[in-house]
Each structure stands twice: as C-alpha cells, then as structure tokens.
C-alpha cells in the first residue's frame, strides 16, 4: 500500500529554501575546517621557543602465533622523530608499557632511562645530520625478543 501525500506550492517552497540553507551551512563549515587545516604549523616547525619538542611513549605489540606462543615487542612510539640540525631538540618520553627502558641514542653520546608512569625529558642539539637510533639496552637481544629501536632523523 503506498500513501500519497499531496503538499501544496508555499510548504514546496520552504522546503526547498530550507535545503538550500542546509547544503549551503555544510558547505560552509567544510571550508572553514579545510581552512583551519591549512594554516596549522607544519609538524617539524620549532615552537616560539625555537625549541624542538617531541613526545614519544613507550608502548608494546603482544599477539599470539598459530602455535599459541605469545609474541610481544615494546616499541618507541613514534618510532621516527625527525628533527632539523642546530635547532634545539627537546624529547619527552613517557613510560606507558614496561616497568624500565634505560636507552641510548646512538651516535649522539646520549643516554637515560624511562620508568613507567614518568616522563624522561632530554635536551640536546644535534649538530649533524643523520639517522640515529633510539636503542633500549633491556630490549636489545634478539634472541630474547624483537628489539626495541626507534629512530632519530636529523635534517
Ligand atoms: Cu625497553
């Protein structure tokens, strides 16, 4: 059983004003949103302070094989920081996953250790372009595990 609805030319109208009202709000807002994202600062930029300021987590990947052996991996998360020579660099790494990650940056004679529930801060300015990698001297062995490397690019 279909029903017909019979509306006259004045609620044909309003309807149709009322639908370019919303096609024309939608469109509106996509713009301003489009606009907003354009003009964010790049994600490499320094902050007012000219410093570099990273944050990185200590995070963890746990699953199972087909055998039932649990496999799991900590990991720096963003495993790939990317930071510009002679700018001061700022890392704030917080413990998430793992009790200890006592770390060395490789090549930058940089070292430290991220405890769980703390954020480790570390200041330096690298002088030299490169990829260096962020190593946690727990999670090294692979013949224990996968190792816990992030890495340090500098441009
Ligand atoms: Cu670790």
């Known amino acids: 059983m279909s029903k017909v609805v019979f509306i006259d030319r004045k609620k044909m109208q309003l309807y149709a004003f009322l639908a370019v009202a919303v096609i024309l709000a939608g469109a509106y807002i996509g713009w301003q949103q489009s606009k907003s994202a354009s003009s964010a600062p790049a994600p490499a930029a320094a902050d007012a302070e000219g410093i570099q300021?990273?944050?990185?987590?200590?995070?963890?990947?746990?699953?199972?094989?087909?055998?039932?052996?649990?496999?799991?991996?900590?990991?720096?998360?963003?495993?790939t920081i990317i930071v510009k020579r002679d700018v001061p660099v700022e890392l704030r790494i917080s413990g998430v996953s793992g009790q200890s990650h006592p770390f060395v940056i490789e090549g930058l004679n940089i070292s430290g250790e991220v405890h769980k529930g703390k954020t480790t801060i570390v200041r330096f300015t690298p002088k030299t372009a490169g990829t260096y990698p962020i190593i946690c001297e727990t999670h090294n062995d692979p013949s224990k595990g996968i190792p816990m490397v992030g890495y340090l690019v500098v441009q």
């Open 53 to 79: 300021v990273r944050q990185l987590v200590t995070g963890e990947f746990t699953s199972k094989s087909d055998s039932g052996k649990v496999l799991e991996s900590y990991r720096w998360d963003p495993g």
